[in-house]
């Protein structure tokens, strides 16, 4: 037997989700099919507003409603320091930490040659272009994960802008090797910053 297409297909946009398998989308689906259907419809304009209602911000990569988004529209914010992320999640991660008041940049992705991936694919121009327009800015604080990958795009970035004269520095590893800006805690991150090295 198989099951009526509405379930079938929900099914199968629960598996476009990580980590995801038939099984889980299954009973997730089912579980679905039991919610009130108040909730299923602010749960489907959830969905629809992340794709209508959100961009990327021109200046700094970051996700947000208004472009620019709020960290770049905010003068009170140190100016002299941009943070480099991979992700828009990790912009997040380090304002939970409330300690840091300077600026971002969020590359989305890192250099990745298994993948394919260069610096070409990446938000690198648009920073190399900030960073000749905006002469307020001293250092470029490189927060890429500790992957290879992370470290790659990292000596990349450091190579292209210290002969600009710019301070380029990178979180210490009080995050251990591999680990991820998401998972750390506020304090992990804290002295991250605080340990930061020159490259
Ligand atoms: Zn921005």
Redesign the pocket.
């Known amino acids: 037997m198989q099951y009526p297409e509405p379930v079938a297909k929900l099914i199968d946009s629960y598996m476009h989700l990580p980590g995801i398998g038939e099984k889980t989308a299954t009973r997730l689906a089912f579980f679905t099919v039991d919610m009130d259907a108040d909730v299923v419809k602010n749960f489907s304009q959830a969905l629809l507003d992340t794709k209508d209602k959100l961009t990327f911000?021109s200046?700094?990569g970051?996700l947000?409603e208004h472009d620019?988004?709020a960290?770049?529209s905010d003068p009170t914010r140190d100016q002299s320091q941009v943070v480099v992320v991979e992700q828009a999640k990790d912009v997040m991660t380090m304002e939970k930490m409330k300690d840091y008041h300077g600026l971002?940049h969020v590359l989305h992705g890192v250099m990745s040659p298994i993948e394919g991936r260069g610096p070409e694919e990446l938000n690198i121009s648009s920073l190399i272009q900030r960073l000749q327009k905006n002469e307020a800015i001293k250092e470029v604080i490189i927060a890429t994960n500790a992957t290879p990958e992370g470290d790659a795009t990292a000596m990349y970035l450091a190579r292209l802008l210290k002969p600009a004269g710019l301070r380029v520095t990178r979180l210490a590893r009080g995050l251990s090797v591999g680990s991820d800006i998401e998972y750390a805690d506020e304090m992990t991150l804290y002295k991250a910053v605080e340990g930061r090295t020159e490259m």
Request: proline letters at 10%; a neutral charge; aromatic letters at 10%.
């Open positions: 911000c200046i700094c970051n947000t620019p988004c960290i770049c971002y």
